[in-house]
T-cell receptor, first 114, second 113 residues
Framework: GAGVSQSPRYKVAKRGQDVALRCDPISGHVSLFWYQQALGQGPEFLTYFQNEAQLDKSGLPSDRFFAERPEGSVSTLKIQRTQQEDSAVYLC????????????FGNGTRLTVT | GENVEQHPSTLSVQEGDSAVIKCTYSDSASNYFPWYKQELGKGPQLIIDIRSNVGEKKDQRIAVTLNKTAKHFSLHITETQPEDSAVYFCAAPRATSYDKVIFGPGTSLSVIP
């Protein structure tokens, strides 16, 4: 496909479980972002990669959140020991350049922690 | 840090009328201002953007105006159609970290047929 692909589309986890969310960006896009979107709110920045380098992880809420992009393409966001407050839509976006470039978003993964 | 505010939070218009959404930002060094449209169950999609070297940009029924002095920019949708119903987000990059784009809280637009 030509767009950003995220999987799974929906994830239900029991509190305390670990989850892994996958993002396939548009081929060739240098920049990759993860955002968290709570119901009725705007996306909140989590972390940013330029190729395989994680240049900014200041938005990650706690050390339970970890993201990687080992080969500069596919990225995984991992949440350990999930809590109810982690319930949200997790959006991945990619961009062909750095700096002020349009973001191409996937449709997100809706995580529900019970 | 950068703060992005958006008004109104909800907007309801009759089909064919115009809709205007306003956004204010705090970082005077910001130079890029995109607008995204998010439909239910989907990710945000860029609909128009503007850079600080111009004051207005149009794309068919959509336009964006920028006032850098006042630090606000607006989205204008003319001849609204039911398919324009969605949540609209403005965004601005933080000048200290241009790759970190800060989103506004969103405006839910309903176009009544």
């Amino acid at each position: 496909g030509a767009g950003v692909s995220q999987s799974p589309r929906y994830k239900v986890a029991k509190r305390g479980q670990d989850v892994a969310l996958r993002c396939d960006p548009i081929s060739g896009h240098v920049s990759l972002f993860w955002y968290q979107q709570a119901l009725g709110q705007g996306p909140e920045f989590l972390t940013y990669f330029q190729n395989e380098a994680q240049l900014d992880k200041s938005g990650l809420p706690s050390d339970r959140f970890f993201a990687e992009r080992p080969e500069g393409s596919v990225s995984t966001l991992k949440i350990q020991r999930t809590q109810q407050e982690d319930s949200a839509v997790y959006l991945c976006a990619s961009s062909p350049g750095t700096g002020e470039s349009p973001l191409h978003f996937g449709n997100g993964t809706r995580l529900t922690v019970t | 840090g950068e703060n992005v505010e958006q008004h109104p939070s909800t907007l309801s218009v009759q089909e064919g009328d115009s809709a205007v959404i306003k956004c204010t930002y705090s970082d005077s060094a910001s130079n890029y201002f995109p607008w995204y449209k998010q439909e239910l169950g989907k990710g945000p999609q860029l609909i128009i953007d503007i850079r600080s070297n111009v004051g207005e940009k149009k794309d068919q029924r959509i336009a964006v105006t920028l006032n850098k002095t006042a630090k606000h920019f607006s989205l204008h949708i003319t001849e609204t159609q039911p398919e324009d119903s969605a949540v609209y987000f403005c965004a601005a990059p933080r000048a200290t970290s241009y790759d970190k784009v800060i989103f506004g809280p969103g405006t839910s637009l309903s176009v009544i047929p």
